[in-house]
């Protein structure tokens, strides 16, 4: 089976495309220019590096969140888009367990993590078990000390929201965390990864789904303000 993963939560989105769980090649958007524009292109140029076609796609795999507002909107309309137009099935994947899936089977627990403002960041524990991965409790946000409660002995830390914030987290914890060789890879691929196992099982995104951001918009809380300032 081939899938075409996009993960667009992150402040590197990426693009995979994936042949029986194995990377065929990868791609990041560049950082500054609109995610809109350049998706689509991005998604033909890496079909036609490993000569394939969008219709050779048979499974979809997206980012739902938490991440980037605007982002995961954008990835979230455009493989929808896809899915109408190939009548193929699509699957969500959590950011976060994208990141996750990126690492190679280790005994120690992942502590997935996205960047949000300095001191601030999305988390969730996710643990190998055989070729599978299992989270560990609810995904959360919050601040540095709030995450370091999760952290309850050794885990392998991922993300931007740990690399982006790696004093703090020192400073905090007091010694230096294990993580990644890699932290910031790409997570398009895991997103593809996981998605194998969710598309085996059935699991697909309904039609109309939203992404999770796990908390609210800048436009929500505008809005909030405004209703309690009389506006």
């Known amino acids: 089976m081939v899938i075409l993963a996009v993960e667009t939560g992150t402040a590197s989105p990426s693009v995979a495309i ?30 036609v590096s490993v000569g394939l076609r969008m219709t050779d796609c048979q499974g979809l795999a997206v980012s739902i969140g938490p991440g980037s507002f605007t982002g995961l909107r954008v990835g979230l309309a455009t493989v929808s888009a896809l899915r109408l137009a190939l009548q193929i099935p699509l699957v969500g994947v959590s950011t976060l ?17 996205v960047y949000i403002k300095p ?31 999760c952290l309850k002995g050794n885990h392998l830390v991922v993300g931007d929201g740990w690399s982006r914030n790696r004093e703090l987290f020192v400073l905090e914890h007091g010694e230096l965390i294990p993580s990644s060789p890699d932290p910031e890879t790409p997570s398009a691929q895991g997103i593809g990864l996981a998605g194998f196992g969710l598309l085996e099982r059935g699991q697909l995104l309904p039609e109309g789904t939203s992404p999770q951001y796990l908390q609210p918009s800048y436009a929500e809380v505008a809005i909030g303000t405004s209703k309690v300032s009389g506006g």
């Open 18 to 47: 994936l042949k029986d769980r194995t990377l065929l090649a990868s791609s990041v958007c560049q950082p500054g220019q609109s995610l809109t524009s350049q998706l689509l292109p991005t998604i033909d140029r890496l079909l």
């Open 97 to 113: 367990e994208g990141l996750a899936w990126n690492q190679a089977p280790v005994h120690l627990p992942i502590f997935s993590t």
């Open 119 to 149: 001191g601030f960041l999305y988390w969730g524990c996710y643990q190998w078990e055989g070729a599978t991965m299992t989270r560990r409790g609810n995904e959360a946000m919050g601040t540095v000390a709030d995450s370091l409660k």
